[in-house]
Every structure is written in C-alpha cells, then in structure tokens.
C-alpha cells in the first residue's frame, strides 16, 4: 500500500497563515486532492490536482507540492476552518488517504 | 447539481454481508467514475473501490477478496457488497462521485454518509 503521512494536528491564531503538509511516495508521481471534513458531516472537496480550487471554495485556501510532499495552506484563517483536512492521491494499485489533520483555529 | 444518498440497513450480523445503495440524482451515473469510502467513528478515511460507469472496477487491496461494487444505469445506481463482516467494518460508508485521470483523481460530491454497525 502507498502509504500518506499528515501531521495529526495543527493549530493557527485566528487570521493568520497555516501550512498543512502530506507526504508520500505516490506524491512524486500523481495529483494530490484535499478534503475539509467538520463534524458529523461528509468531506468537502477543497483542492483538486494539487493545486486547483472548485467553485465556492474560499481563495483562502490553496495548495502546492514539491517532491513528495504536497500542501494545503489557508491564508488568513478563520473561526469556520476549524476542521479535519484530508490529503488523497493514487497510484497504480490504489487509492489512498492521509491519516487526517486536526486543525484548531486559537 | 448532482446529489448522492446511501441506503441499506444500519445493523448488520458478523460473517453476513453488508450491502449499500447509492442513488443518483441531478445528473446521469454515465462518463463517471462512482467510489465507496469509509470512516471508522473517530478514525480516517479508507477508500474501499470504484466502479465505472461501463462496469469496470478498482478495489482497495486490503479488501479486494471481499468486495463487490455493481453498477446499475438505468436506475442511476451503484452498490456496495462487503462479506464475512466482522466489528471491524463498523463504520460511516460514504458513496461519492470520483473525477479519474492517468495522474489524477478526485471526489465531488459525497453522500451524507450511513452508520453501519456490525454487531450481534
């Protein structure tokens, strides 16, 4: 299995600038996708192929990668960003999620 | 816009078989890949596979030999059989749309999510 590795948790002051990281193997070669998941409710797509962001996503929020490690940073973070965010990505045998992020917003 | 909702029985027994639907709505099953994805309470995601519009699936590995995904097009339905269950399948099922590329994928939309709960 392809295994993602995330920071179990994270925690940004109101208004200010937060990187959450997803590393992996399968990074090097494929697309990473990211999910926003409050609680009780089904994730939200936030970015797709890496970097890019569906309609009604916040500009806030934006994502890169280098080697095998790709990024979701939400610039200016607010009280509604308090959530658990998801990496995704596959590669030839599968399709695998990161281990989830708790982010707290202080 | 396209919507998705699960259905299926909430309690299922150890060693029978789980078995969820996903209905379709908004918008045609067809050109598009239809995923099953699980959360443990209180843990992460796991993707468990896909299907195809025109049959063709993809299962994760760790639950190949017990997985069957089917697609039913003229109901704009696809559905989730998972055998021998055991405590250890006791989890949120979500069925989402899955964009598929040589390099790429993603899932929008979800469904709401159904609690399956494995127990005697």
């Known amino acids: 299995s392809s295994e993602l590795t995330q920071d179990p948790a994270v925690s940004v002051a109101l208004g200010q600038t937060v990187r959450i990281t997803c590393q992996g193997d399968?990074?090097?070669?494929?697309?990473a996708s990211w999910y926003q998941q409050k609680p009780g409710q089904a994730p939200v797509l936030v970015i797709y192929?890496?970097?890019n962001r569906p309609s009604g996503i916040p500009d806030r929020f934006s994502g890169s990668s280098s080697g095998n490690t790709a990024s979701l940073t939400i610039t200016g973070a607010q009280a509604e960003d308090e959530a658990d965010y998801y990496c995704?990505?596959?590669?030839?045998?599968?399709?695998?999620f990161g281990g989830g992020t708790k982010l707290t917003v202080l | 816009q396209v919507q998705l909702q699960e259905s299926g029985p909430g309690l299922v027994k150890p060693s029978e078989t789980l078995s969820l639907t996903c209905t379709v709505s908004?918008?045609?099953?067809?050109?598009?890949?239809w995923s099953w994805i699980r959360q443990p309470p209180g843990k992460g995601l796991e993707w468990i596979g896909y299907?195809?519009?025109?049959?063709?699936?993809n299962y994760n590995p760790s639950l190949k030999s017990r997985v069957t995904i089917s697609v039913d097009t003229s109901t704009n339905q696809f559905s989730l059989k998972l055998s021998s269950v055991t405590a250890a399948d006791t989890a949120v099922y979500y069925c989402?749309?899955?964009?598929?590329?040589?390099?790429?994928?993603?899932?929008?939309?979800w469904g709401q999510g159904t609690l399956v709960t494995v127990s005697s």
């Open positions: 399968s990074l090097r070669g494929y697309y």
């Open positions: 908004g918008g045609s099953i067809s050109s598009y890949y």
């Open positions: 192929s890496t970097i």
């Open positions: 995704n990505s596959r590669d030839s045998s599968g399709n695998w």
């Open positions: 989402a749309r899955e964009r598929v590329g040589s390099l790429y994928n993603w899932f929008d939309p």
């Open positions: 299907i195809s519009s025109t049959g063709s699936t």
